[in-house]
């Protein structure tokens, strides 16, 4: 078996494995896990894991403040306004949170589209456990869930899959998705 890229998955199989009672390396695991991680990154729209040296170029807005699309920020190697490099410390701080900050009296970024050309890297060396359980959760979903059955009885038992399985979302996962989503100008 092929090894498996250490930020392929959003969770551990080892413990996907657990929870199931399938072998970690069992393809109908992995590939439920496969799909969970990439569903996750998906609704969040980035890799959640570490990235560096990330380019991103964002409208200006006119305040003092921006906000950098993914957080945790990590580190902020290089800012441009319109093509001219910005000196750390000097005319812009920054923030974990990812918050981008002018700095200088008066200073402000300038009110314009696509006028800010930030190089950072930002993202998780350890997956968050909110993550890790909303995307186990969702694995284990997909292994019970059986395609276009709502309910099965066997003998005496009746098995019933709630709307979370048709639907695939739980308020857990929506509550990671929601925190751990792209940010945007409008949710500073």
Not at 41 to 68: E, K, N, Q, Y
Not at 91 to 106: H, I, K, M, P
Request: aromatic share 6%; glycine share 8%.
């Amino acid at each position: 078996m092929p090894a498996v890229a250490t930020d392929e998955f959003l969770a551990d199989p080892a413990e996907l494995s657990t929870w199931t009672g399938r072998p970690e390396t069992d393809p109908k695991l992995l590939a439920a896990l496969r799909a969970a991680s990439r569903r996750f990154r998906g609704a969040v729209g980035h890799r959640i894991t570490l990235v560096l040296d990330d380019m991103v170029t964002l409208d200006g807005g006119g305040r003092t403040s921006l906000l950098l699309p993914v957080w945790p920020t990590i580190a902020v190697t290089q800012v441009r306004v319109d093509g001219t490099a910005l000196v750390a410390a000097a005319d812009f701080d920054w923030s974990e949170a990812g918050l981008l900050r002018r700095l200088g009296c008066g200073q402000r970024w300038p009110d314009r589209l696509h006028s800010v050309e930030v190089t950072y890297s930002h993202g998780w060396a350890e997956v968050p456990e909110d993550i890790q359980e909303a995307v186990i959760d969702q694995a284990r979903t997909m292994l019970a869930l059986r395609p276009a059955v709502q309910a099965m009885q066997t003998g005496g038992q009746t098995i019933t899959y709630g709307a979370q399985a048709a639907v695939g979302v739980t308020d857990q996962w929506a509550r990671a998705v929601a925190r751990h989503k792209v940010r945007t100008s409008g949710d500073a």
